[in-house]
């Protein structure tokens, strides 16, 4: 009788969930709005920190993201995660990861990250975010960005980095900050002509008629 006491208890009132979480926060939580505080070198080793990482990982798997920042599941510490896996070279097709400068770059983790932009030349390409799920614009990015922070293990990471990888860099960089792609997105899309309809910088998805948006 407990038994079916808990279970209907559970169903109705279930426990709150607490971040890390395991889905990816939407446009409107206050947590991707607010700047994330670095992580405190003796935190760095501790299990509630990997904890953050390794849920980060499991989100990236689950969403198919290439790039994630902690504050993505309720979590305001500046950690991000990365991952451009030969599967995404192949969704992508030949053409476009040259046109995109696309690069493959193995899992990895970068805590308490500081960008230095290499080449101020910007490109626009469209990107898109789990945490505005179905919509996608135009963004300009710097071509090419170094990233330096640490690993999991406390060693120094440096990433040195052009095209999408730059890309994603600078746009998970921003979630640190509170700021969304949306921020930043090319407000004057002329997709629609002018004069043909309105123009409209934030479209959904996949409604570029390039191939499928990324989505960190
Ligand atoms: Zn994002």
């Not at 279970?7 to 971040?19: D, E, G, L, S, T």
């Not at 193995?106 to 490109?123: A, Q, W």
């Not at 999408?164 to 407000?187: F, T």
């Amino acid at each position: 009788m407990h038994k079916f006491a808990a279970a209907y208890r559970n169903i109705f009132f279930p426990k709150p969930v607490k971040p890390p979480f395991l889905h990816v926060c939407q446009v409107g939580d206050p947590v991707l709005r607010s700047k994330a505080l670095p992580v405190p070198p003796e935190d760095i080793p501790k299990p509630e920190t990997k904890q953050v990482i390794s849920q980060m990982r499991q989100v990236m798997k689950t969403y198919d993201a290439v790039g994630l920042a902690a504050p993505q599941i309720g979590v305001p510490l500046r950690i991000i995660t990365l991952e451009f896996s030969p599967k995404r070279k192949k969704e992508f097709g030949e053409e476009v990861y040259a046109a995109r400068e696309m690069s493959i770059l193995p899992f990895t983790v970068v805590i308490n990250p500081h960008m230095e932009i290499l080449d101020y030349k910007k490109i626009t390409f469209p990107e898109a975010c789990e945490s505005l799920r179905g919509y996608s614009a135009m963004v300009p990015r710097f071509k090419a960005v170094k990233l330096v922070g640490q690993d999991q293990s406390g060693e120094e990471v440096e990433l040195e980095t052009k095209g999408w990888l730059a890309r994603i860099i600078q746009h998970e960089m921003e979630h640190l900050d509170g700021k969304l792609y949306i921020d930043s997105m090319d407000r004057w899309v002329s997709r629609v002509r002018r004069g043909q309809g309105a123009c409209v910088a934030l479209v959904p998805q996949f409604s570029f008629n390039l191939d499928r948006a990324w989505t960190p």
